[in-house]
T-cell receptor, first 113, second 112 residues
């Protein structure tokens, strides 16, 4: 079955610097890759997603890139701010018709002032 | 406002008690899910439903049960709570495609 590996488990960056979180997936049939952000004590929320027919997608300071050949996708956050501190989860779809999301283990992003 | 509502927000109970965690959504979604998550840790799927009278077990073995009698309601029941059940339980729903999930605020369960 599908497996999603996420690295690093913890990432600490200086405020204003960029942060990159990487995920690899095993099922070449996966075609949808979302990223969720979970702030401390809050619910996970979708922040950006990408489909397999697109190589890159941007939304203000966040972007996601997809390399189908290598089967990995990455979240990029530029000009990090304190409010970016959270746990970030990647996921990939599996199955046919009724899709299921397979989740990465999460990355705790710490923004240092 | 369309949302997913979970009650209670926090629950502390003794070992052996039967509990039901409530989840209701006004999103108009057919698919609903229950996840178990320790704070800031992995999301483990324990149950899901594709619609009324449909329930399936997830990847994580769980001693809980669920029911789906109404589209908007997806309660989770523990017949006999144990300290190992202490965790946060997140309910979620998704549209027909099943890709974009919307989560409730969660129930933090502590079993003493």
């Amino acid at each position: 079955g599908e497996n999603v590996e996420q690295h690093p488990s913890t990432l600490s960056v200086q405020e204003g610097d960029s942060a990159v979180i990487k995920c690899t997936y095993s099922d070449s049939a996966s075609n949808y890759f979302p990223w969720y952000k979970q702030e401390l004590g809050k619910r996970p929320q979708l922040i950006i997603d990408i489909r397999s027919n697109v190589g890159e997608k941007k939304d203000q300071r966040i972007a996601v890139t997809l390399n189908k050949t290598a089967k990995h996708f990455s979240l990029h956050i530029t000009e990090t701010q304190p409010e970016d501190s959270a746990v970030y989860f990647c996921a990939a779809t599996t199955g046919w018709g009724n899709y299921q999301l397979i989740w990465g283990a999460g990355t705790k992003l710490i923004i240092k002032p | 406002e369309a949302d997913i509502y979970q009650t209670p927000r926090y629950l502390v109970i003794g070992t052996g008690k039967k509990i039901t965690l409530e989840c209701s959504q006004t999103m108009g979604h057919d698919k609903m899910y229950w996840y178990q998550q320790d704070p800031g840790m992995e999301l483990h799927l324990i149950h899901y439903s594709y619609g009324v009278n449909s329930t399936e077990k997830g990847d994580l073995s769980s001693e809980s049960t669920v029911s789906r009698i109404r589209t908007e309601h997806f309660p989770l029941t523990l017949e006999s709570a144990r300290p190992s059940h202490t965790s946060q339980y997140l309910c979620a729903s998704s549209d027909q495609g099943g890709e974009k999930l919307f989560f409730g605020s969660g129930t933090q369960l502590s079993v003493l």
